[in-house]
């Protein structure tokens, strides 16, 4: 069964660029409820902890400068399903390829400044929230156990 939240940020670029207001709008009107959600900046340590994953990849650096570069939104978002349907609403991470009316097509600046991250799994949607966020943070329209 697919789970009830999903996991994302709104990156440095998006955050200087002032789309905070307008993203978190279109995910308010496509039926998500913010659970959870902090303006924060990054630490190299954190970033680095974070994007783990990417660390033998040829743009690990870039995207920890890119994301230690300025503040972040983090946030845990609730719906049906979350994790697809944010990833339908994001569209892909090359601004060119995605589909109009995603945010990545509205503000994404580049592939690498694509505006918003979205967790790609129930399993990760998890890992991620929690990197951020404790039980006593998340303020969820579910029942508790779902988190």
Same mark, same amino acid.
């Given at each position: 069964?697919?789970? $009830?939240? $999903?996991? $994302?940020? /709104?990156? @440095?670029?998006? *955050?200087?660029?002032?789309?905070?207001?307008?993203?978190?709008?279109?995910?308010?009107?496509?039926?998500?409820? /913010?659970?959870?959600?902090?303006? /924060?900046?990054?630490?190299?340590?954190?970033? !680095?902890?974070?994007?783990? %994953?990417?660390?033998?990849?040829?743009?690990?650096?870039?995207?920890?400068?890119?994301?230690?570069?300025?503040?972040?939104? *983090?946030?845990?978002?609730? !719906?049906?399903?979350? %994790?697809?349907?944010?990833? !339908?609403?994001?569209?892909? $991470?090359? @601004?060119?390829?995605?589909?109009?009316?995603?945010?990545? !097509?509205?503000?994404?600046?580049?592939?690498?400044?694509?505006? %918003?991250?979205?967790?790609?799994?129930?399993?990760?949607?998890? /890992?991620?929230?929690?990197?951020?966020?404790?039980?006593?943070?998340?303020?969820?329209?579910?029942? *508790?156990?779902?988190?």
């Amino acid at each position: 069964m697919a789970g $009830t939240f $999903t996991f $994302t940020i /709104i990156k @440095p670029g998006a *955050v200087s660029n002032e789309d905070i207001g307008p993203i978190l709008n279109m995910i308010n009107e496509n039926g998500f409820h /913010i659970a959870a959600m902090k303006l /924060i900046k990054l630490r190299t340590a954190q970033a !680095k902890k974070f994007y783990a %994953v990417h660390s033998e990849r040829p743009f690990y650096n870039d995207l920890i400068e890119f994301m230690t570069s300025g503040a972040i939104l *983090v946030a845990i978002l609730e !719906k049906d399903n979350a %994790v697809e349907e944010y990833r !339908k609403l994001i569209g892909n $991470t090359d @601004p060119l390829k995605a589909e109009e009316g995603t945010i990545r !097509k509205k503000f994404a600046q580049s592939m690498q400044k694509n505006a %918003v991250h979205g967790s790609d799994s129930d399993e990760n949607a998890e /890992i991620e929230a929690s990197f951020f966020f404790s039980n006593s943070e998340r303020f969820s329209i579910f029942d *508790v156990s779902d988190f």
